[in-house]
């Protein structure tokens, strides 16, 4: 691996990360190109988004298929296809098998609205403010078989201010999200290009 690391983005929906990160790759010196999208969901509105930006975009529909293994095993059918070496999940809202976990385990990421390994699962903010924190968050980490506890690549912290409510906390975690994605991709892209040429 000499190049750019070839990186599939899978989304669900808005497709928000996956701008971001078609957005740095744009950049001469970033070490990932964006190979491919793929969404379960046939009217993601990310995906007119990675066409618009130029980007091989194609939903596996989850519902036409009998079961997960059948979904997953097109997933993965695309991903080889597209020659993924890395894969970055951006609001994908499947769970996946451990079977498929394992596949892509250390080339798969994910980014999840709060600081980890607090709060994992859905409605984040909604629970960060109930809870009465003061600092809510994004992480980027390694998918496991475990939901949103695979290790921790990076972190940002935003407050949590008077009169927020979950759409406000959502707005300011979001910027981060978008720089801290395209950070912790391009860290992850220069560290396997580095082990693949002391290995070559
Ligand atoms: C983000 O908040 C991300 O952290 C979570 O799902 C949301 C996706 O938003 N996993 P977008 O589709 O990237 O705009």
């Given at each position: 691996?000499?190049?750019?690391v070839?990186?599939?983005?899978?989304i669900?929906?808005?497709?928000?990360?996956?701008?971001?990160?078609?957005?740095?790759?744009?950049?001469?010196?970033?070490?990932?190109e964006?190979?491919?999208?793929?969404s379960?969901n046939?009217?993601?509105?990310g995906?007119t988004?990675?066409?618009?930006?130029?980007?091989?975009?194609?939903?596996v529909?989850?519902r036409s298929f009998?079961?997960?293994?059948?979904?997953?095993?097109?997933?993965?059918?695309?991903l080889m296809?597209?020659?993924?070496?890395?894969v970055?999940?951006?609001g994908f809202?499947?769970?996946?098998s451990?079977?498929?976990v394992?596949?892509?385990?250390?080339?798969?990421?994910?980014?999840?609205?709060?600081?980890?390994?607090?709060?994992?699962?859905?409605?984040?903010?909604e629970r960060?403010l109930?809870?009465?924190?003061?600092?809510?968050g994004?992480?980027?980490?390694?998918v496991?078989?475990?939901?949103?506890?695979?290790?921790?690549?990076?972190?940002?912290r935003?407050?949590?201010?008077?009169?927020?409510?979950?759409?406000?906390?959502?707005?300011?975690?979001l910027?981060?999200?978008h720089r801290?994605?395209?950070?912790?991709?391009?860290?992850?892209?220069?560290?396997l290009?580095?082990?693949?040429?002391?290995?070559?």
């Amino acid at each position: 691996m000499t190049g750019r690391v070839r990186t599939a983005i899978l989304i669900s929906g808005r497709g928000s990360n996956m701008r971001a990160l078609i957005e740095a790759a744009r950049r001469a010196d970033y070490p990932a190109e964006i190979a491919i999208v793929l969404s379960d969901n046939p009217e993601a509105v990310g995906l007119t988004a990675a066409r618009e930006d130029g980007v091989m975009a194609k939903a596996v529909d989850f519902r036409s298929f009998r079961g997960k293994q059948d979904f997953e095993a097109a997933l993965n059918a695309h991903l080889m296809g597209a020659g993924a070496e890395l894969v970055c999940l951006a609001g994908f809202m499947r769970i996946l098998s451990a079977g498929f976990v394992a596949k892509w385990q250390g080339r798969m990421l994910n980014i999840h609205p709060s600081l980890l390994p607090d709060l994992r699962g859905l409605n984040t903010y909604e629970r960060a403010l109930a809870e009465g924190r003061t600092e809510h968050g994004c992480t980027v980490h390694y998918v496991s078989a475990e939901l949103d506890a695979g290790p921790v690549i990076a972190r940002a912290r935003v407050p949590v201010l008077a009169g927020d409510d979950a759409d406000k906390l959502a707005a300011r975690v979001l910027v981060e999200e978008h720089r801290l994605y395209s950070q912790a991709l391009d860290m992850v892209a220069r560290a396997l290009r580095a082990t693949a040429s002391q290995k070559a």
